[in-house]
């Protein structure tokens, strides 16, 4: 069973950072590129980055420079870095991965970033 459990999310003050966490499970994570998305109250969700097995990372012009991808292979882990926070941030953030030709979506990890 595919398994993404996201963390790291919270409140934060405008210009803040927060780092968010994606821990999978079920499928080789070595082998599979990761996907960094975000859906704010009654917007589709976007992608923000992903990054490949071999650790070449990909960015939404808007986001780049602000927001680093990462990975930790022996940890299983994915990693969100968001710097310099705006109120525009706000939103559930989602790690996605591929695994059994299927995509799979973690429960998401809520952001605020208050004025």
């Known amino acids: 069973q595919v398994r993404l459990v996201e963390s790291g999310g919270g409140l934060v003050q405008a210009g803040g950072s927060l780092r968010l966490s994606c821990v999978v499970s079920?499928?080789?994570?070595?082998?599979?590129?990761i996907g960094w998305y975000r859906q704010a109250p009654g917007n589709q969700r976007e992608w923000i980055a992903d990054?490949?097995?071999?650790?070449?990372?990909n960015y939404d012009d808007s986001k780049k420079g602000r927001f680093t991808i990462s990975r930790d292979n022996t940890k299983n882990t994915a990693y969100l870095q968001l710097n310099s926070l705006k109120p525009a941030d706000t939103a559930v953030y989602y790690c996605?991965?591929?695994?059994?030709?299927?995509?799979?979506w973690g429960q998401g990890t809520q952001v605020t970033v208050s004025s």
């Open positions: 996605f991965a591929v695994g059994g030709g299927l995509g799979h």
């Open positions: 990054i490949t097995s071999g650790g070449i990372t």
């Open positions: 079920g499928i080789t994570f070595s082998s599979n590129a």
